[in-house]
């Protein structure tokens, strides 16, 4: 049992304000507040830097716990532990007893404990009739019952923190690739621009970089990126749209669109066999029949993840698609050829389909590069592609036993199974 009283430090030790605020914050507990010893350590240790206890401290505190009788800290089983400074060390594997004295006078000072000297200064339990603690002088472990909201508070907000600093290092680390390996595009395809300036500022950002960068530090250091990033894509931009004036919206060829963003393309086999008899397939140099862009996002839902302001036009997808290729490892030259042979909107499509289904291409560079020589000889069509994705068609057949890849190389050419020809 505790007394209501603040009790003093033995020896030399001082008493303080501080510590008379604990005593009494301590003797406030709820009736019937339980709460399990561990469960309370555990969050110490996440929201450690919040509380301000050091990892040694928190090694003492292990131990004292493991004096404590019962799992569940509660008034009903008691507060107290009295263990001497030789058994405590040995619990703290062997903690030099200096070293023992400084964290335990830290876990005080920090709150997470108060001391309750005897007279001598020495630990112990008197104890009544039928073995009854009557009177303990030790350490009580109250605090960590009046506080327990506290420390839950404190291991969330660290949580909180440490998953938006490891968030922000990525998106550091996802602008430095893309600057980076788009200048170096930039360089190699001889593109006009100042490129040498624009690449000492991206090394004087990264340079400057903290080892141990903080949250508001990185805050910061994307926003500069964020900035540069978006100079190299308008400048690469407009190259693009100089070299190759038929993929600009802005010219005279006009776009065929569908205004039933919910509609889908159903391919008879029966259908497009006779045609196949009566029609000449197109030549390489018409453009692709561009799609509603309602349908598109209903297929491939995922490219919206990337766009920084949503996709509500043509336009962003077309930046967002250009923006994407760099995540999924196709090259500039691939992705320029593709746009020249499509059209620049049915490329940002097909790259929208591919990354709709990433995890099952091993080269996704490679598998635009195909399909680009497919529109280019007039055996492609992405109607299909999209028909296929929207109703689900585009899963392995186990009866089949076609693949997926399998299965989307003949959705891309016009037909659902190999048997169709």
């Not at 058994?87 to 964290?103: E, F, I, K």
């Not at 991206?202 to 500069?224: C, N």
């Not at 894509?233 to 205004?259: G, K, V």
């Not at 929208?352 to 590069?369: D, E, K, M, T």
Request: glycine share 8%; charged share 25%.
């Amino acid at each position: 049992m505790e007394s209501g009283f603040a009790t003093t430090p033995f020896g030399r030790r001082p008493m303080t304000l501080a510590l008379v605020k604990a005593n009494a914050a301590s003797r406030q507990i709820p009736q019937g507040a339980v709460v399990e010893k561990w469960q309370v350590y555990r969050w110490l240790c996440e929201g450690k830097s919040i509380v301000g206890v050091g990892d040694r401290a928190l090694a003492v505190l292990s131990a004292l716990l493991t004096f404590y009788p019962d799992d569940q800290i509660s008034e009903e089983n008691g507060l107290m532990v009295f263990p001497s400074n030789a058994q405590l060390s040995l619990r703290a594997h062997g903690m030099a007893d200096s070293t023992l004295r400084r964290n335990l006078a830290e876990l005080v000072s920090c709150g997470l404990i108060i001391r309750r000297d005897s007279a001598n200064g020495k630990r112990f339990a008197r104890k009544g009739q039928g073995g009854v603690v009557v009177e303990a002088f030790g350490f009580s472990l109250a605090p960590l019952l009046t506080r327990v909201a506290e420390f839950q508070q404190a291991a969330d907000q660290a949580r909180a923190d440490s998953r938006a600093l490891r968030l922000m290092r990525e998106r550091v680390t996802l602008h430095r690739r893309d600057i980076h390996k788009l200048v170096e595009a930039a360089v190699e395809g001889d593109v006009p621009g100042d490129w040498g300036p624009l690449f000492n500022r991206f090394r004087a950002i990264v340079d400057a970089i903290p080892r141990r960068a903080t949250l508001p530090e990185l805050e910061a250091i994307v926003a500069k990126l964020t900035v540069l990033h978006d100079e190299v894509d308008r400048m690469l931009e407009s190259f693009t749209n100089s070299t190759n004036p038929s993929c600009n919206e802005s010219q005279n060829e006009r776009q065929q669109s569908d205004s039933n963003t919910e509609s889908f393309f159903v391919f008879e086999p029966a259908l497009e066999k006779s045609r196949a008899a009566v029609e000449p397939r197109p030549g390489p140099d018409e453009r692709l029949k561009s799609y509603p862009i309602g349908l598109v996002l209903k297929a491939c839902p995922e490219i919206a993840d990337y766009a920084v302001n949503g996709i509500t036009s043509r336009r962003d997808l077309m930046l967002t698609a250009a923006q994407v290729r760099g995540y999924l490892g196709v090259s500039p030259s691939a992705y320029e050829e593709a746009c020249h042979v499509m059209g620049q909107e049915v490329a940002a499509i097909v790259i929208a389909c591919i990354l709709q289904r990433a995890q099952h291409i091993n080269s996704a560079g490679g598998y635009l590069r195909v399909l680009t020589e497919k529109a280019r000889e007039g055996q492609f069509s992405v109607g299909p592609m999209l028909d296929g994705r929207a109703q689900g068609q585009w899963r392995c057949n186990e009866d089949d036993g076609m693949s997926w890849i399998q299965r989307f190389a003949w959705l891309s050419i016009g037909r659902r199974y190999p048997w169709e020809l």
